[in-house]
């Protein structure tokens, strides 16, 4: 007769959320020792619940100006000089409490690489970790009411099976015929490579245990790598010879060597999530389930990286299930019913850590682990972020659980009940401020996430106290056995019987003959023996009657055992049909979920392939826009720098134009000054020729008084004829081209522009040019005041490469004739001896015939075609 019974976490039918009070997520924090007393140290414990993390040198964080230190809370933080007893006590032991009590608790480790998960799950040699020492304190606590082996039996739908004795003893008796090895027990020697880390001195156990039940432990180890799950457990062959290495560090099998399956996840009829085909043993003692661990802790996958000399590279996740179930009412069997097992479960979990591959420098598959690491890390965290949306604000988003084996593994502890629990390792060293960073504000927000709270299992309704009360009852019975001298088995039954059964008989005499002549004894033993010898023949005569009687029972009850046997045959037919019908259903369900599997599994890979896609992508872009950024700041301060050098250089320049504007007119001032005093003296020698002195007009009377200009005075008769004087140009002395349209006006100008050896033409000519190496066009248009402007453009002439000739202008010449303002020449010719006046007007007349021109080469520094005229003083 068997039993079965399911792990009692949720009901059959998915709710929101169970009605049952919550508890939010325990979160603990621990800080391992910095490797070196000469690092630099980033984060400080507060006190008990507070921690203090602030930028290490050369790093600052400024937000509204202000250097930023940031403290985070937890349930408990524990420093870097407690023990793993003192964190075993506070946050592993409530959970162990509850394993026995059939209530499930989740308890996993997360930090950053190299912060001290592994250690603090697993311990060193003489100090054990979290899980040797919760091992240690489930069998000191159920030690004596533990089941013999194969009483228990887990099927493999999530499930537990209870089995009578006969049938467990036939399980014992095959296991111990088989030639693989077993499992260790006490009496075995443990191996010293783990022996001190189970080592545990204090014997921790829980106080209040059932003793009216028995209990039996399960243990699994599973592995969660590149989002694949993988039993640690399984038996899979592999070469002997020592393996090659490749360039990751890992090792390469021959082809004899069979990789590991991975293992499906499924969810069972309770709606909780378990691996399919995982191998579970059934342990007995500390050193048992610890040897099993150790055993699938050397499969796991670790590698060396620059954070880590043995980084892990996978989660994971060893399994305690614990099955229990009351006794009978006698206290000598377990109970054979489905509904009072309970079966309970306590999952220890070592994530790999996150890192950065820019300072783990992983190439290759350590690289592709590190992705998804991060990968099921980030699932994680989004999962607790919905889950806490949801929790808050009422919403009802979906949570994304399905995106990561991890978090699809451990769905029921969140949606159904127990206990989670959290320890945030952390290393303080400078070099982990950023990824410590996010850590932190992870476990600040998962403390905000609430679980259900388990609730306790049903009381079976037999007296408590029956095991002990039974075990006193069979200590009584031997000692009164031994006091009789019969035997302690079952035969002493049927021999008291015999015994009863012969004491009916009459008593047989003595039946010594001491005397020849004895005439007594013989007569009355052969009357006590015909009285046996009747007796006998009566119960004879009886048991003869007896056997008819029971011969024609027996007759009775074969007939009707056969009519109900043809009538059962029947029914089993029918029944039998109906099986046959529904295992057919069944196979083709269990098609259909296989081939849905089946398909499921291909749609994850296509959501991952997408999803990895996606996240390249927005990395891309990321990256992108900030190079944009960069590339708009940069040119933003470019800009600025331009504007500022432009504002600069135009001051600068400003500010030269000025004082060169200033140094030209006072230059140009002097100069007018002298050729004034020039033309004095020429006026004095044209229109007085007498010996006296021509003094220096008033410049102030000048400036009072303006002279209205009059019209030009007749020449004097007596004055000798004025000779018309030619300007000489600068580059007089070569072959020049002067080229003079037909459309030019005559000036009447007492300086003319005059080049010798020049040859005159009126349209360039190939011939001209060939002959000369100078060239002057002579240019005039109308200035604005209204006077003729003429402009003599000079330039070189060259040959070309094609045999003809070219000219390249060099520098112009501006000649402009003006009219003082403000004066006016006089008209009265006929007096032969004019006042002062008239002779000043006259001196006026012949400065205003007079044009002044400077010449400038093209690209000086005042700029081509500069000119200055001359202004009226």
Not at 551 to 578: A, C, P
Not at 592 to 606: G, R, V
Request: charged content about 30%; proline content about 6%.
């Amino acid at each position: 007769m068997k039993g079965v019974a399911k792990m009692p976490r949720r009901p059959a039918l998915k709710k929101p959320s169970p009605p049952g009070p919550k508890d939010p997520v325990g979160v603990y924090c621990r800080v391992r020792p910095l490797g070196r007393p000469d690092q630099e140290c980033c984060i400080e414990v507060i006190n008990e619940s507070t921690v203090q993390i602030h930028p290490p040198d050369g790093y600052r964080i400024f937000r509204n100006g202000e250097y930023r230190e940031m403290q985070y809370s937890f349930k408990e933080v524990f420093g870097t000089l407690v023990a793993q007893k003192e964190l075993f006590d506070v946050v592993a032991k409530p959970l162990v409490e509850d394993l026995i009590r059939g209530k499930n608790g989740l308890l996993f480790t997360y930090g950053v690489t190299g912060s001290g998960k592994t250690h603090t799950m697993t311990g060193s040699p003489g100090d054990g970790g979290l899980l040797p020492r919760c091992l240690a304190m489930i069998f000191n606590s159920i030690g004596p009411f533990q089941a013999k082996r194969f009483v228990f039996k887990l099927d493999d739908k999530n499930g537990v099976d209870v089995q009578c004795e006969v049938d467990a003893l036939l399980e014992r008796q095959k296991r111990d015929a088989m030639p693989v090895p077993k499992t260790p027990s006490g009496k075995r020697q443990i191996d010293p490579e783990f022996a001190d880390m189970i080592n545990v001195q204090d014997h921790c156990k829980v106080e209040e245990v059932d003793e009216d039940n028995v209990y039996s432990v399960f243990v699994s180890y599973i592995e969660i790598y590149n989002n694949y799950i993988y039993d640690l457990l399984e038996e899979t062959p592999f070469d002997l010879i020592k393996p090659k290495w490749n360039n990751c560090n890992t090792p390469v099998r021959n082809g004899d060597f069979i990789p590991p399956q991975s293992k499906i996840l499924r969810e069972d009829q309770n709606h909780n999530m378990y691996v399919t085909g995982c191998t579970e043993v059934e342990v007995k003692s500390t050193e048992e389930a610890f040897e099993v661990f150790w055993k699938g802790q050397k499969k796991r996958r670790i590698a060396n990286t620059q954070l880590n000399r043995e980084s892990s590279r996978s989660h994971g996740v060893f399994i305690i299930k614990l099955a229990q179930a009351p006794l009978d009412a006698d206290g000598d069997n377990v109970l054979q019913e489905k509904e009072q097992i309970t079966l309970s479960q306590l999952s220890l979990v070592d994530l790999a850590g996150s890192e950065r591959t820019n300072r783990t420098k992983a190439e290759g598959n350590r690289l592709r682990e590190a992705g998804n690491i991060n990968q099921s890390l980030m699932t994680l965290r989004t999962c607790i972020e919905v889950l806490r949306e949801n929790q808050m604000y009422g919403t009802n988003k979906m949570v994304p659980y399905r995106d990561s084996k991890l978090t699809h593994l451990f769905k029921n502890y969140f949606d159904g009940e127990g206990k989670v629990r959290m320890i945030v390792c952390v290393n303080p060293k400078a070099e982990d401020y950023e990824e410590s960073l996010q850590v932190m504000r992870f476990a600040e927000m998962t403390q905000e996430v609430e679980v259900a709270r388990p609730v306790d299992r049903p009381l079976c309704g037999l007296t408590p106290g029956r095991r002990f009360r039974n075990q006193a009852f069979r200590e009584e019975l031997a000692q009164k056995l031994e006091i009789r001298g019969g035997p302690i088995s079952g035969e002493t039954e049927e021999q008291s019987a015999s015994e009863i059964l012969l004491q009916n008989f009459p008593p047989l005499p003595s039946c010594e003959l001491l005397d020849i002549n004895d005439d007594q004894t013989l007569p009355k033993l052969t009357g006590v023996l015909e009285e046996r010898h009747k007796l006998r023949q009566k119960l004879s005569e009886e048991f003869a009657k007896n056997v008819l009687t029971f011969k024609t029972i027996l007759r009775e009850l074969d007939s009707s055992v056969m009519s109900k046997e043809n009538h059962f045959q029947g029914k089993l037919s029918e029944k039998e049909k109906v099986i046959t019908g529904q295992k057919t259903e069944l196979e083709r369900l269990e098609k259909k979920i296989k081939t849905l599997e089946y398909k499921i599994e291909i749609l994850e890979k296509t959501a991952t392939i997408y999803e990895e896609d996606k996240r390249h992508l927005q990395q891309e872009l990321e990256s992108k826009s900030q190079k944009l950024q960069r590339q708009a700041s940069d040119k933003r301060r470019l800009e600025a720098r331009l504007q500022g050098m432009v504002a600069e250089t135009t001051m600068k320049w400003e500010k030269e134009c000025e004082r060169r504007v200033a140094a030209k007119q006072l230059e140009m001032q002097n100069k007018l000054w002298v050729k004034d005093e020039k033309l004095k003296q020429l006026k004095a020698i044209v229109t007085e020729p007498k010996n006296e002195k021509p003094e220096r007009p008033s410049r102030e009377r000048d400036r009072e008084k303006p002279i209205p200009r009059s019209v030009s005075p007749t020449p004097v008769p007596n004055a000798p004829p004025v000779r018309l004087r030619h300007r000489r140009s600068r580059s007089a002395g070569e072959r020049w081209v002067d080229h003079k349209p037909p459309s030019n006006l005559p000036t009447d100008t007492v300086m003319q522009p005059h080049v010798p050896h020049a040859i005159t033409v009126a349209a360039a000519s190939e011939k001209a040019l060939a002959k000369c190496d100078k060239y002057m066009l002579t240019h005039q248009e109308l200035a604005s005041d209204g006077e003729i402007e003429t402009k003599l453009i000079k330039g070189d002439v060259f040959k070309t490469r094609g045999g003809g000739q070219a000219v390249q202008f060099t520098e112009i010449e501006t000649l402009k004739q003006e009219s003082p303002t403000g004066r006016k020449r006089r008209s009265s010719p006929s007096n032969a001896d004019p006042p002062e006046d008239a002779a000043d007007s006259e001196w006026t007349d012949v400065e205003t015939r007079c044009s002044v021109a400077v010449e400038m080469r093209a690209g000086s520094a005042l700029g081509p075609g500069y000119q200055h005229h001359a202004m009226p003083k």
